[in-house]
């Protein structure tokens, strides 16, 4: 007999996760940390097909740009303002993501977030499959992503 099948989460179902998970401030809001140099993370839930974490940001802090990894994502900000730079074929776009605003995406996303505002921020973030690898890319001299560096995700 073989093992289950993880279920394929979708990048909307992901964003109905973070929204069922925002309200749930007695689960979240304890666990808030703010640190410098970088910011503070947590895996709040995790089970055979997705897992759930919280991200906190002081102003200035910010995300390489990365991927993650083949899994699909959405995050969530709950407190304060997140900056988001998406780096599609045709060129990067950049969206502020405000309190109660839900990026979802599929698995060949790269992007970067940052805390560009006056206050702190907080953001949950769900990915399914789980997060095993994340890789990160630097801008060449036009503008192109090049491969910098390949990372396993820890908790």
């Not at 959405?74 to 990067?92: I, K, N």
């Amino acid at each position: 007999m073989s093992a289950p099948t993880p279920a394929i989460i979708t990048p909307a179902e992901l964003e109905r996760t973070v929204r069922s998970f925002a309200p749930r401030t007695d689960l979240w809001r304890p666990q808030v940390r703010f640190t410098r140099p970088d910011r503070w993370y947590r895996r709040l839930e995790r089970n055979a097909d997705f897992e759930v974490w919280l991200l906190t940001w002081l102003p200035g802090q910010g995300t390489e740009i990365h991927d993650h990894g083949g899994s699909s994502g959405a995050f969530g900000v709950v407190q304060g303002t997140l900056t988001e730079r998406v780096f599609p074929p045709a060129g990067p776009v950049v969206r502020q993501v405000d309190v109660g605003g839900v990026r979802p995406f599929g698995p060949h996303y790269v992007h970067e977030v940052t805390n560009g505002d006056g206050g702190p921020a907080v953001s949950i973030h769900a990915y399914a499959p789980a997060l095993t690898t994340q890789s990160y890319y630097r801008l060449d001299a036009d503008g192109g992503l090049v491969l910098s560096r390949m990372e396993p995700v820890t908790a």
